[in-house]
């Protein structure tokens, strides 16, 4: 999810789904430790319970970086080992350190001894030829001698060579019964299944196998989603999706206020009203006008007017 689940998409999906645990992008820990920590880490408060993603693999920089991430006031660390970009794979962090279980764990441990939040870790079910039930068993157990106590897993493996990042998504087969047997056989251990799911029913029917999911590009692509698992999951209502975006007009005032563009915010809203009738002119209206000079939370309430007027007429 990296550059799609900035501060603006966090706060956004926050309205949607009150009792997730939203993440953030992946950061490396050379970023944190020599970047403009407070573009790269700043958040709302209204985004808690919040987990910063780190990307690295020294032990020392991710215990440095976890430490920053604690006095920023994130609510948990997590590790990604599932990254299988090629940019990832040249910094010897994301999919590839699936091969080095020993590596992650000592990771793992210097993290946690560096903090008093929550350390996880987000990994594969493989990677290339080193797939089989019992290297992720393995690795499993190796972090669990770290420490580890929450594991989440995308239910593909990664080929690091010969797919892009795109068909890493889509081509690997998913296979959650490997990762409800995980669940089965590290009992004490949190597992939270990712992949494919795109459907509130689907992360009810995970539910009956591991203790949590997480959801990727679905809930970026129909942010609505987010809102119909907070219902099923939690028996909340659904907000209608025009009250979500006129709780946005006073952050979006206060980000503009601040110096901030409308289309950094705006980009994130743009499936809101996906499979409805007018979506396309929703859609359209805000892509014409949310970087026009001076642009501000009116775009958005004429979008939504394109959105009715397209879909009385349809």
């Known amino acids: ?78 590790l990604n080992v599932g990254c299988p970009s090629d940019r990832v794979q040249s910094g010897r962090f994301g999919a590839c350190l699936m091969r080095e279980p020993a590596l992650v764990a000592d990771c793992v441990a210097a993290m946690r001894a560096a903090v008093n939040v929550p350390v996880t870790v987000k990994c594969r079910i493989g990677v290339d030829d080193q797939d089989d039930y019992e290297d992720l068993h393995r690795f499993t157990e190796t972090l669990i001698s770290a420490g580890l106590q929450v594991l989440i897993v995308h239910a593909r493996k990664a080929w690091l060579h010969g797919l892009s990042p795109k068909e890493n998504r889509e081509i690997p087969p998913l296979n959650y019964p490997r990762v409800y047997q995980l669940k089965r056989e590290f009992e004490k251990l949190t597992i939270v299944v990712n ?17 949590g999911v997480m959801i990727g590009r679905a809930a970026y692509h129909d942010p609505y989603v987010l809102a119909r698992m907070e219902h099923i999951l939690f028996d909340t209502p659904l907000p209608p999706r025009d009250d979500i975006l006129v709780q946005m007009a006073p952050y979006i ?26 979506a396309r002119a929703f859609r359209r209206y805000l892509s014409e006008h949310m970087r026009a000079k001076g642009a501000g939370f009116a775009v958005l309430v004429d979008a939504i007017a394109s959105l009715r007027e397209h879909a009385r007429a349809a």
């Open 1 to 78: 999810m990296m550059d799609w689940t900035d501060r603006h998409c966090r706060y956004f999906h926050r309205l949607l789904a009150p009792h997730a645990r939203l993440y953030t992008e992946m950061v490396t820990t050379g970023a944190v430790l020599k970047g403009d920590r407070e573009r790269l880490l700043g958040f709302d408060a209204a985004e808690h319970p919040l987990a910063l993603q780190l990307g690295g693999h020294e032990p020392a920089d991710l215990a440095a970086a976890a430490r920053i991430g604690v006095d920023f006031g994130y609510d948990e660390i997590n």
């Open 195 to 211: 992949g494919g799911i795109v459907a509130a029913d689907a992360a009810m029917s995970h539910k009956q196998h591991v203790d």
């Open 253 to 278: 005032a206060d980000q503009i206020d601040g110096g901030e563009a409308l289309h950094h915010i705006a980009r994130h809203v743009l499936g809101l009203y996906l499979g409805e009738p007018g």
